[in-house]
């Protein structure tokens, strides 16, 4: 039951993927701390908003990779 292994992008590409996925993460983490007011936004956007994009980012990462093995053309955008 050995899986044939699946070209790897081109570094380009990958950079590319990484950096959107966490911009993609970071203006998320934007919104989420934004949405509980100003005050307790500036209060918590230090401990929480860097929490975020990690995790989003990473997310992204682990479904894009599962996409991507599947055969998904979604893979190749995740």
């Not at 992008?9 to 203006?27: E, F, M, Q, W, Y």
């Not at 007011?37 to 989003?56: C, M, N, Q, T, Y």
């Not at 980012?57 to 682990?62: D, K």
Request: no cysteine.
């Amino acid at each position: 039951m050995d899986e044939e292994p699946r070209e790897a992008s081109p570094p380009k590409v990958g950079a590319a993927r990484d950096a959107v996925r966490t911009l993609v993460a970071l203006g998320i983490a934007g919104l989420l701390v934004g949405t509980v007011g100003e005050e307790e936004a500036a209060k918590l956007s230090d401990a929480i908003a860097p929490a975020i994009v990690i995790g989003i980012s990473a997310l992204f990462a682990f479904l894009g990779k599962k996409l991507r093995n599947s055969g998904s053309k979604l893979g190749k955008v995740v």
